[in-house]
Structures are given as C-alpha cells and as structure tokens.
C-alpha cells in the first residue's frame, strides 16, 4: 500500500505493503552504503510496483497517521517492518516513536538494519531497542572486513565491520529475536559458509537471500 501526503509533487511512499499484512515503514533514502545489490546505488529505489526514492524527510506523525488509517482501513496486519532503500537507523528517534506505538497496538516490530547503528550514534542504541523491537535482520552481508567492503562500500571503510559484528551479537543477547542475513548471489560459496559460521558465533542463524 503506498501513502501520498497531500500537496507534494512526488507521491511519496511512506508505507507500503510488500508482502501481504506486513506494513513496511520506509524512513529514509539515506544509507551509510553503497551496496553493490541495492537499488538505491542503481538509483531506481524500485521494488516491485513500489518506488521507494523519498523525495524528503517525513515527520514520525506522517507514518503513525498512515498506518493509522491502514489499521483502520483492512483486515489486521501481522506485523510492522522497518525497511525501505535506506538504512532506518539514521531515523532512530522516528524509529522508536513509530515502533513504540506499534507495539502499543500488540504489533510485532521487525527491523532490517545494516547494523551500523552505534557507529552512526556512537550510543548505545540496542538498548533503546529493547521493549519495542521484537525481531532484527541484521546485514551482514560478508564474512569478513574485506569482503563486506567489496559488497556493501560503506562509508565508514574498514572502519564499520566489527560495530556490524558487534551490532549483531549483542543484538543476539538482548533483543527476542536477531538474525543475520547475506545475498548469496554476491559471494563465494566458501564466503556463504564462512558467514554462517560467524553467525552461528554470534548465536544466530544466517539467511542467505
Ligand atoms: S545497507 Fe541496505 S539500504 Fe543501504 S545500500 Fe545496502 S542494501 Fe541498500
């Protein structure tokens, strides 16, 4: 489901409805990468019948009115994900308050995140995301240092990877459900297992999409 706002030009997306009763929140067209898969480094920010390019930066009102009216609207949504082309963490007061009242509304939240959040703050901010984030995908995206900046070009070099690693696991230890994620069409096999074996370090599981 897109959301225009009244009066702009673009028809911005705030929320959209990728999957069937999942409600996306799309926060930002910003992102601390530049991965080599995504559709905001090709510039199309399309997915499926959905542009997602935000031609600005929407209020946290804008997306509780949305999905206000979507609640009202249709048969009850299973779930309320963050996700959108761009990293939703460069949003993290805006992400609370819209996944607070979410869950306020017995939604489970899911983020999907590059894990660069504490290197972007430089807080603490899983412990912000405890009582009101239910699941966490976290991108991992490589194996290891050198790999994750072939894949993913961050801004930050070499620089990001272990907060990424660091991100994951304590996001492991302290959130109900975390989990790390690949594109397996842009590694090796050998790459793909060696993912999965630091997942399992961190005490996950790894998804390879
Ligand atoms: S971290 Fe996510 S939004 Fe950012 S460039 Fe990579 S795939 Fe795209």
Do not use: K
Not at 162 to 181: G, I, M, N, Y
Request: glycine residues 6%; neutral net charge.
């Amino acid at each position: 489901m897109g959301d225009a706002t009244a009066g702009m030009r673009h028809m911005d997306c705030l929320i959209y409805e990728y999957r069937p009763l999942r409600l996306y929140v799309n926060l930002t067209s910003r992102c601390t990468n530049e991965c080599t898969f995504c559709g905001r480094t090709a510039h199309h920010f399309r997915l499926g019948e959905f542009d997602l390019r935000l031609s600005r930066e929407h209020p946290a009102a804008a997306y509780l009115a949305a999905l206000q009216r979507r609640l009202a609207a249709g048969r009850d949504p299973i779930e309320v994900v963050f996700c959108g082309y761009g990293e939703p963490t460069l949003r993290i007061e805006e992400l609370l308050e819209i996944a607070r009242w979410a869950t306020t509304q017995g939604l489970p939240v899911r983020l999907n995140t590059n894990g660069q959040a504490e290197l972007i703050h430089h807080t603490d901010i899983i412990s912000r995301l405890v009582g009101c984030i239910d699941r966490v995908n976290v991108s991992l995206n490589a194996p290891d240092a050198a790999s994750y900046v072939r894949v993913s070009c961050p801004a930050a070099g070499d620089e990001a990877w272990p907060w990424v690693v660091e991100f994951l696991r304590r996001a492991v230890r302290h959130l109900p459900d975390a989990w790390a994620s690949v594109v397996g069409a842009v590694l090796s096999p050998e790459e793909v297992s060696a993912a999965r074996e630091l997942a399992a370090h961190c005490g996950t599981r790894l998804l390879v999409r």
